[in-house]
């Protein structure tokens, strides 16, 4: 089982930017995906991004393509999302997630361990 750990939200102005850090912890990644969803309140958990590890290439859903970027440092078993040009309506808990498929269009089905969320708060 792996256990991941988010942490950079924060508060921050539109147009700012966040990265976010995803710490994996009891096995390494190396044949997983990492995933990053986020939820606002009273929606459904939304799919962002994922990532396939061992190759490093990332995937982004339509509503995000352009403005975030995931990335992951191996030596460190830690994922990121790069998050630029933020907008009020990205206020959200994000999380991020390990599981073992990769695409831009994917569901919370598909992971099987997630991090316990950090907030991201855009003020306009």
């Known amino acids: 089982q792996v256990q991941l750990v988010e942490s950079g939200g924060g508060l921050v102005q539109a147009g700012g930017s966040l990265r976010l850090s995803c710490a994996a912890s009891g096995r390494t990644l190396s044949s997983y995906a990492m995933g990053w969803f986020r939820q606002a309140p009273g929606k459904e958990r939304e799919f962002l991004a994922s990532i396939n590890w061992s190759g490093g290439r990332g995937y982004y859903a339509d509503s995000v393509k352009g403005r975030f970027t995931v990335s992951r440092d191996i030596d460190k078993n830690t994922g990121y999302l790069q998050m630029n040009s933020l907008r009020p309506e990205d206020t959200a808990v994000y999380y991020c997630?390990?599981?073992?498929?990769?695409?831009?269009?994917?569901?919370?089905?598909?992971?099987?361990?997630w991090g316990q969320g950090t907030q991201v708060t855009v003020s306009s």
């Open positions: 997630a390990a599981g073992s498929v990769v695409g831009r269009k994917l569901g919370t089905e598909h992971f099987g361990s």
